[in-house]
């Protein structure tokens, strides 16, 4: 099924420690987003990408990097976890003129 | 900072009533979507409505918007207990780049 993959589901992680989140998507879209769960705030954008080669920052950007070398990956770098950033991360996709967006199915990040 | 809040933050009703939550909004936009949330997985996008919109229908779901008082209701009726779920709405202003910024979302519960 066509859609977006993220990988991994869960992982636990000391603090200062680097971890990579990975993005895939079939879709050929061209705009690809990192989102943040946290209970009680809702999903708040970390860094987008408008299309391949570009990026931009979202609205809690500091202590995550991102990088877009081709259409289809888009991971997202957490250069020295610290526990503040223990939350459910969701990257998603949009291509149509319609501005929908196609999350994948999330990734459950625990710094101790 | 959140764009969109819903209310209520949580909602309890019995299989086959209606459901109506709302979605309150800051600045002007160009469009509103809702989404739902399935425990455990990603969003799903359930409808768009424009901002010269003001309500579209799309299957059991009935979306309302009123830019006057920046606000928007999602009515699900006859409800079933797959409707169990976190609804949430998304508006395409902030940042200045028209990125989807949600809201903290409602808990809906469908009692069999």
């Known amino acids: 099924i066509a859609g977006i993959t993220q990988a991994p589901t869960s992982q636990i992680l000391a603090a200062g420690r680097r971890m990579t989140l990975r993005c895939t998507q079939d879709?050929?879209?061209?705009?690809m987003y990192w989102y943040r769960q946290d209970l009680g705030l809702g999903l708040r954008l970390i860094h987008y990408s408008n299309t391949a080669g570009t990026t931009g920052k979202g609205e809690v950007p500091d202590g995550y990097s991102v990088s877009r070398a081709n259409t289809d990956d888009f991971p997202l770098t957490l250069a020295s976890a610290v526990p503040s950033q223990t939350s459910v991360y969701f990257c998603?996709?949009?291509?149509?003129?319609?501005?929908?967006?196609?999350f994948g199915e999330g990734s459950r990040l625990t710094v101790l | 900072s959140q764009q969109g809040e819903e209310d209520p933050q949580a909602l309890s009703i019995q299989e086959g009533e209606n459901a109506t939550m709302n979605c309150s909004y800051k600045t002007s936009i160009n469009n509103l979507q809702w989404y739902r949330q399935n425990s455990g997985r990603g969003l799903v996008h359930l409808i768009l409505i424009r901002s010269n919109e003001r309500e579209k229908h799309s299957g059991r779901l009935r979306v309302t918007l009123d830019t006057s008082k920046k606000s928007s209701s999602l009515l699900i009726t006859a409800s079933r207990a797959a409707d169990t779920a976190s609804y949430f709405c998304a508006t395409d202003a902030n940042f200045g780049n028209e990125k989807l910024t949600f809201g903290t979302g409602t808990r809906l519960t469908i009692i069999p």
């Open positions: 998603a996709s949009s291509g149509g003129s319609t501005g929908e967006l196609f």
């Open positions: 879709m050929r879209h061209n705009a």
